[in-house]
């Protein structure tokens, strides 16, 4: 066995990674750039090496900073996480040649399957049924037009070498084909180092399932069961589940033999994951093999009891698998939402900064001590790579951490997703807690039939949080005036105050939204409207979280003081309660409303990022829907359309800059 591993990696992997490397007694070695010099995964490292500059094309992706890293540490082996060099041919050929093990399939295995080119050449070779497309190179959008339109839109365009919904477009259109072909092959090249793009069609309401599998370098390989990730937005997977709610037993047989199969025929060896588009009559369709740990790979721990992480590090060190096929079950359900840096209530925009608070529902996460892999603690995990006062920059992947259920059912596993999702503080960016909270709730998800389409169909006019019962909006009202009644409690105890001291306000009128409601405080009961609610919490003024119970059934709720209330956060929504005693209530009305001021005229940069494109000038006309600049956040390109039109009136920024949320890019006349 290895006695110091380097993970070329960050973030959340890297911790992930060195976790299990401490568990097996291994040091670590962590590299990174300068924007990730007070990162978690530096911390947590026995020892760390600077890369280099910010932009993971001058520090994570360069093989010659990561082979010197190996030189400098000693590191006898080298685990490369997701992204990044973990599929990349080429570093595994410099580590063999350097003699350090690469935590991951031989170099052969990556260059026929890592590439979804080749891979799907070979699939078809190999009997395996695909989705039709074109597999050679296309050199320009004038070809990718025509290729589209041979094979019958919609298409999908998507980079060779790229995976986590990067350098990935779906086109309607040749318009959307031009567009997409030239966005696919900056990303890919910003992403991966490399700009191919092929085309494929584009299966409408289709499932996204995928096959773990396992092989060692001794002939043995195993499956561990399906993942269902179907629930994706821009092609970039939101919440993953294991086992899936649609396959039986049957297809999961045959899907799980085919995976191991096509592996052990390109030589694989370590974890790898075999993807298909499942259809609405459970027919399969091999799409790619990715040759590394996926993203989702805690799910078929907490399902299956293997540690995914030990294995690869245990068949680089040229061990057997301990396990075979009939020893692989399925125990219960598990459900993983990734929490992303991104404002759901702004069109998911991503979000920026520095986490002013963050408090996940679990922090850290330890080893029950049975064979059911690491379901935390309540079957609740969390893998992250940040800390409270740390920073999410514009360099990297938006994803702040995982969160992990396990359940007897899925029914139980959604539910602790949607307590565990109460209880995650997080301040200071925008992220989608509301928003993974609403999906949990959702009547569809809980029944099973999901697509890829599902937020696009469920969401088409975005998101503004998940829909309350009038019994939720009155149990607000009762927590609002019990906090409100706290506050005022705190005020009368202020010293050198003139006159007598007044007991806190009994009678509370609670606005929230266009509900208003009269909340009565008593010692013994409190009622809203007439009706008794059975309350039970304590808050102290500055409490960020309030654990109350109504009746018998918990509600965590978010909150945070506001000038006339509180800001509340619970069950997938966000409420902006106003408090007020009753004696003041009846003069609300009488407030003039602050009207917000008109900046359609205006470019705004929706997010912090580069100014990578403008495309008109002062004096230009525009249409609506016209492309005027491209602004990358996150290794992502969004292209900033016209919302009507105009005359280009002024240029306020120029390409190359970098920009905050909100900053004028141009003014229209």
């Known amino acids: 066995m290895f006695n110091k591993i380097l993970i070329a990696n960050r973030g959340e992997i890297a911790c992930r990674v060195i976790k299990t490397a401490k568990k097996m007694g291994i040091e670590t070695v962590a590299v990174y750039s300068d924007a990730d010099a007070q990162a978690l995964h530096v911390q947590m490292a026995d020892e760390a090496i600077h890369i280099g500059p910010p932009a993971a094309n001058q520090s994570y992706i360069v093989i ?10 000693g590191a006898q082996a080298v685990h490369p996480g997701y992204g990044f060099l973990s599929e990349n041919a080429k570093f595994a050929e410099a580590l063999e040649a350097a003699g350090v093990a690469f935590v991951g399939p031989p170099k052969g295995a990556i260059e026929k399957m890592g590439d979804k080119i080749t891979s799907k050449k070979i699939a078809q070779e190999a009997g395996v049924s695909t989705v039709p497309g074109y597999m050679g190179l296309i050199e320009d959008a004038d070809e990718a037009v025509k290729i589209s339109n041979e094979i019958g839109y919609p298409v999908m365009l998507k980079a060779s070498a790229g995976g986590g919904g990067k350098g990935m477009r779906i086109a309607w259109n040749d318009e959307e084909a031009r567009e997409g072909f030239q966005s696919s092959k900056n990303e890919a090249a910003n992403s991966f180092g490399d700009d191919r793009i092929f085309i494929e069609k584009f299966v409408t309401q289709p499932r996204h399932i995928e096959i773990q599998v396992l092989c060692d370098a001794h002939g043995n390989g195993i499956y561990l069961g399906e993942r ?13 589940e294991a086992p899936s709610p649609f396959l039986d037993e049957a297809t999961r047989k045959a899907m799980g033999e085919q995976s191991v199969a096509l592996a052990q025929a390109v030589g694989y060896t370590s974890a790898g994951t075999v993807e298909f588009i499942v259809d609405g009559d459970k027919n399969f369709y091999f799409l790619e093999m990715n040759t590394r740990l996926q993203v989702e790979h805690p799910v078929t721990e907490l399902i299956t009891g293997v540690d995914l992480v030990e294995q690869m590090i245990r068949v680089a060190a040229g061990e057997k698998l301990p ?17 992303y840096a991104e404002d759901p209530y702004r069109g998911f925009l ?19 001590g049975q064979a059911n892999g690491r379901r935390g603690v309540d079957g609740v995990r ?10 999410v920059s514009i360099y990297y992947d938006p994803m702040i951490a995982k969160l992990i259920t396990w359940g007897k059912t899925r029914d139980e596993a959604a539910d602790k997703q949607i307590e565990a999702l109460d209880r995650f503080e997080l301040e200071g960016l925008g992220h989608n807690i509301d928003f993974l909270s609403a999906l949990m709730q959702h009547k569809r998800f809980r029944s099973g039939d999901i697509t890829t389409g599902f937020i696009a169909e469920e969401y088409p006019e975005g998101f503004q949080g998940a829909p309350a019962s009038k019994e939720l909006l009155r149990n607000l009202a009762a927590i609002g005036a019990f906090a409100g009644a706290a506050h005022a409690d705190r005020a009368r105890r202020i010293d050198n105050q003139l006159g007598d001291r007044l007991d806190p306000p009994a009678e509370w009128q609670v606005k929230i939204g266009d509900s208003i409601q009269s909340v009565i405080l008593s010692e013994e009961a409190i009622s809203v409207d007439g009706k008794e609610v059975e309350l039970s919490a304590e808050y102290t003024p500055g409490d960020g979280l309030i654990e109350a119970t109504i009746g018998d059934e918990p509600l965590i709720v978010k909150i945070k003081k506001t000038t006339s209330g509180f800001a509340m956060n619970t069950r997938g929504a966000r409420f902006e309660v106003r408090v007020l005693p ?16 008109d900046l359609s005229k205006y470019l705004l940069c929706p997010m912090p990022g580069l100014l990578v494109a403008l495309h008109v000038g002062e004096g230009d006309t525009v249409e609506e829907g016209q492309p005027l600049a491209v602004v990358e956040a996150m290794k992502m390109e969004n292209i900033l359309r016209a919302e009507k039109n105009g005359v280009v009136k002024s240029i306020e920024a120029a390409q190359g800059d970098s920009l905050a949320v909100d900053a004028i890019i141009l003014e229209l006349e």
């Open 64 to 73: 010659d900073k990561i082979m010197d890293a190996i030189k400098q540490s």
């Open 350 to 368: 991503p979000s920026t900064g520095r986490l002013v608070e963050y408090h996940p529902p679990l922090e850290g996460w330890t080893d029950d």
């Open 382 to 391: 969390v893998d992250d790579g940040v800390y409270h006062g740390g920073e």
């Open 228 to 240: 269902e990730c179907s629930i994706q937005r821009r092609n970039q997977k939101v919440v993953e």
């Open 582 to 597: 009753q004696s003041i209530a009846q003069h609300a009305v009488h407030m003039i409303e602050k009207i917000p001021p």
């Open 323 to 339: 396990m075979k096929q009939d020893d692989i079950g399925i125990d219960g359900w598990a459900i993983e939402n990734r929490v």
